[in-house]
């Protein structure tokens, strides 16, 4: 466990770096990222580079103990660059080109950019691959950014055409895979397709998959090919990149793929304003983020990254970015810094050493104020590098890996399909995976946030959140697992092509599951529609149903159990074995009881902890923290066992304790 900063040497005069690379040492810093947006100062005239200055600083960081992050810094072409090649902005769905003038102004598909970032990446890898300051690198930063993975420039639909002729192979396949008898959209080559855009009404949703699908794998090409330029000239060194909070833009698993670790940019505060959460959770959680936001993604991201995650950039006060902007409470900036080590992260590292005056980003925080004092945040991050210190030598195995006992499905697909199709406009798939790991992380579990193709061995419950296209081999390895599995609506409700499986949903999940879903309906925000259970035996509570309806087949019922009908008769909950099928959306009371049930049938044991206090576990530790405005009082520990804090957790404080 370290502790690391964002650095932007370029913003300050050389006079401030000694001073600032021994403050940073003597704060507990370990790591400094650099260089990420500084093309404009490495290469100022078209293939003319200006080491001086770069090398300089990395020498000081390397003589005050710091470890570097070396960055590459194509997310900010230069203007000299546009001027050069004009292809490379990218296209909006407007037609119109985005304009030079902030950053992440490129087109992944743009052989021009291709080919000056391998150029860039080329020259920065060679000069600093093996400095024995820079320690590890990150590719690019935070892709996609203000909705910049899709193109539609004619380089886009040119790669677009090449892509659709390797999948499909003949035009003939592709027609019959998309349907497009339908409208009379039949094509005779692949070169007469365009990009779905700007049609008159709705696009072929089978075309539009399949151009965010290639959208995504433009994401994976450009990076694997920074990869492998690193690689090449920095051996053994690892290489990450910094992905965004809850983005699904493109499919992160095959970015990480060629990456060692997944880092992702910690924002909870900004994340809770611009996210779908209602006005009341915002106020309750103002000023502290929601608890299970940040927590969500350092799963996602530890599920990715063959090294501990990291957090590269973790929100050390107000930002700059949200429709409003609150400033942390007092202790926040601590306990998320824990909460990301009690996830397994290798690192969290702070946005920024010091807060700019100037340009886009002046009202966002650093660790220090413009007038180089150190910030509220800055005295906390102090605070968590001493209390690493003495955790780790209470506890050599403190960040060690612990698998959990319940994965949780999260597909990045399934967010572009639903968007494509949603049938109900507020059918929004990552706020219900969000609330189905929300109801788990409640009841005290921790919670392995997996890809539907991952292995599945070893859980005991395996929560499915609602996947339109399932793995082929997917219902014989969830039978395989043993485990209790929980299916969310309109799972297995699509075929790989977008069409309706020919048996009907569940589709491939049929030999698992022997339902029949045969309507569907979907509702309106101001309508709910009641859940009964059968008998005390399921549940002792009734709840309500929100978003969508599955109408499963009742002709069916003899092949399955209906532990719960909606109020017209429906199945609305049915289990067959250890299969489990929600068929709505429902509240999060009544989801967390069914949780809680269905875990108990594993042989977990739930810990109800209501919505404003989390338990982690990690290497012998667990780690109680407390978002509450009151204190929270742990029972049943011996006082002698805590590494962190006391019985009673503060509010927004951390405690930790040795388990055996």
Request: aromatic content about 12%; some cysteine; hydrophobic content about 40%.
């Amino acid at each position: 466990m370290r502790l690391g900063v964002c650095y932007y040497p370029e913003h300050w005069p050389e006079s401030m770096w000694e001073d600032d690379a021994r403050r940073m040492k003597a704060l507990g810093i370990e790591q400094v990222r650099i260089a990420e947006f500084a093309w404009s100062r490495i290469e100022p005239t078209p293939g003319e580079y200006d080491w001086g200055w770069l090398d300089r600083v990395i020498d000081v960081l390397g003589n005050a103990g710091l470890k570097v992050v070396m960055c590459t810094p194509t997310a900010t072409p230069p203007k000299w660059l546009i001027d050069r090649h004009p292809d490379i902005l990218p296209v909006g769905a407007d037609g119109r080109p985005r304009a030079f003038g902030s950053r992440r102004h490129y087109d992944f598909s743009s052989p021009s950019y291709f080919d000056a970032s391998r150029k860039i990446c080329t020259a920065v890898a060679e000069r600093y691959g093996k400095h024995p300051a820079v320690a590890f690198w990150q590719t690019d930063n935070e892709y996609g950014c203000h909705n910049t993975v899709v193109s539609y420039s004619p380089a886009a639909i040119a790669r677009f055409r090449l892509w659709l002729k390797e999948r499909y192979l003949n035009i003939d396949a592709l027609n019959r895979a998309w349907g497009t008898v339908f409208w009379s959209m039949e094509y005779r080559s692949f070169d007469e397709i365009d990009a779905p855009v700007a049609t008159v009404t709705e696009a072929h949703p089978s075309q539009r998959l399949d151009y965010r699908r290639f959208a995504s794998d433009e994401v994976a090409r450009y990076n694997r090919m920074q990869v492998e330029i690193i690689r090449a000239h920095s051996p053994g060194r690892p290489v990450a990149h910094n992905f965004m909070q809850l983005f699904t833009e493109f499919d992160h698993y095959e970015v990480a793929r060629d990456l060692d670790v997944a880092t992702w940019d910690s924002y909870p505060l900004g994340a809770l304003e611009e996210q779908w959460f209602a006005p009341e959770i915002k106020a309750k959680f103002l000023r502290t983020g929601h608890p299970d936001f940040a927590s969500f993604n350092h799963d996602v991201y530890r599920g990715m990254s063959k090294l501990p995650f990291w957090v590269m950039e973790q929100q050390p006060g107000p930002v700059n970015w949200a429709h409003w902007n609150p400033a942390p409470l007092p202790g926040m900036v601590r306990l998320w810094s824990w909460e990301a080590f009690a996830h397994g992260a290798g690192c969290v590292s702070y946005f920024r050493w010091r807060q700019a005056p100037f340009a886009q980003e002046q009202m966002h925080a650093g660790l220090n104020t413009p007038d180089n004092r150190l910030d509220i945040g800055g005295s906390e991050a102090e605070q968590v590098a001493q209390e690493i210190v003495r955790v780790s030598a209470s506890n050599a195995d403190a960040n060690a890996d612990l698998r959990s006992k319940i994965a949780l499905i999260y597909d990045y697909e399934a967010k572009w399909l639903f968007e494509i199709h949603p049938q109900g406009a507020d059918f929004h798939y990552p706020r219900f995976a969000f609330e189905y790991y929300s109801a788990l992380r409640s009841l005290g579990f921790d919670v392995d946030v997996i890809a539907a193709d991952a292995p599945l061995d070893g859980y005991r419950m395996i929560v499915v959140p609602p996947l339109p296209v399932v793995p082929g081999d997917f219902a014989a390895r969830l039978a395989a697992s043993g485990a209790q599995v929980v299916l969310g609506p309109r799972t297995g409700s699509k075929t790989r092509d977008l069409q309706i499986p020919a048996n009907l949903p569940p589709g491939a999940l049929a030999s698992l599951l022997p339902i029949r879903v045969w309507r569907v309906e979907s509702m309106r925000p101001n309508v709910t529609e009641p859940v009964h259970f059968n008998g005390a035996g399921d549940t002792p509570r009734e709840g309500f149903a929100r978003h969508w309806r599955d109408l499963i087949d009742a002709a069916d019922e003899r092949s399955f159990a209906v532990r719960a009908r909606f109020a017209d008769g429906h199945p609305a909950y049915v289990q067959h074995g250890s299969v489990h099928y929600f068929a709505s959306l429902f509240d999060d009371r009544l989801t967390e009881s069914l949780f809680a049930r269905i875990a108990t049938q594993a042989g977990l044991t739930p810990t109800p902890l209501g919505d404003s206090v989390r338990i982690s576990r990690r290497g012998g530790l667990t780690y109680v923290f407390n978002y509450a405005n009151g204190k929270h009082l742990i029972e049943g520990v011996d006082g002698s066992r805590f590494v962190i804090g006391t019985h009673e957790v503060e509010p927004q404080g951390v405690s930790a304790y040795r388990t055996a």
